[in-house]
């Protein structure tokens, strides 16, 4: 890796982790394009391995954090966790026998539903005394699952699609299901990770520069929300936008090259 590279690595984690602190959920869905577009990461698979790894740790520091604050509902966690590794590792291994191209464009489209998430925004109303009962462990496995799935097959955090699937699968408040989330995306990430090191699809030097760069940006990021917390809508829609254009060009990119091919 030469020093441009190394620098790049560093500045894409930054941009990763102040979305983060700025904006909340969604901001990880960056790290795959960043590392292809920018970064110069050749191979589609390397930069997902990659990006999952980096994630992974990212989260881990998070959730320090809810845990000191007693956030976690760490059942709900437990059960939503343990079914969406066997999802994780599916998802990844389906990941890993698609084409690198084609499967930039199926992360693409799912750039477009994590703005329109986004869009949507997040109701925080809920009962903080939920738990993991024989009335919701069935939901919750089951989205643990689906989620799961898709976090191995494109390599992200998940947490877009974790928050509101545990605020649904247990009525539990937003900032429950964020602190909850936080334990799905690391073990989602690491199970990604595995998979993908075990076939020699991880660049550790770079995803170390990532985690770096991120915890950095993360920091910036939660303290530029303080100052603009009456503005958190209006950054979330800015961000949405950004996401559908880089979707845009990745889809116009990679319908490019797979007819030129």
Do not use: E
Request: net charge positive; charged share 5%.
């Amino acid at each position: 890796m030469d020093p441009l590279q190394a620098a790049l690595g560093v500045l894409s984690g930054v941009l990763v982790g102040f979305t983060l602190g700025l904006v909340g959920g969604g901001g990880s869905i960056l790290a795959v394009p960043l590392m292809v577009y920018l970064v110069g990461v050749r191979n589609p698979h390397v930069a997902i391995g990659t990006s999952a790894a980096a994630v992974a740790v990212n989260a881990l520091a998070g959730l320090a954090g809810h845990a000191r604050s007693h956030t976690v509902k760490w059942r709900c966690a437990g059960v939503f966790a343990a079914a969406g590794i066997l999802g994780a590792l599916a998802g990844a291994h389906a990941g890993k026998a698609v084409g690198g191209q084609r499967l930039l464009l199926c992360f693409a489209v799912l750039m477009v539903v994590v703005g329109l998430l986004m869009l949507r925004g997040r109701n925080g109303a809920g009962d903080p005394d939920v738990t993991c009962t024989r009335g919701n462990i069935g939901r919750i496995a089951g989205t643990g699952l689906m989620t799961g799935v898709l976090s191995g097959f494109f390599g992200i955090g998940g947490g877009f699609l974790i928050v509101p699937g545990l605020m649904a699968s247990t009525g539990m408040p937003i900032l429950n299901a964020v602190g909850t989330s936080l334990v799905a995306v690391a073990v989602f990430g690491l199970s990604t990770a595995a998979s993908y090191a075990a076939s020699g699809l991880v660049d550790w030097p770079l995803a170390g520069l990532f985690v770096m760069g991120g915890v950095a940006g993360s920091l910036a990021g939660t303290r530029a929300a303080r100052g603009l917390a009456t503005s958190r809508g209006t950054l979330a829609r800015v961000f949405a936008g950004l996401i559908f254009a880089v979707a845009c060009y990745m889809i116009w990119r990679g319908l490019a090259i797979l007819s030129w091919g």
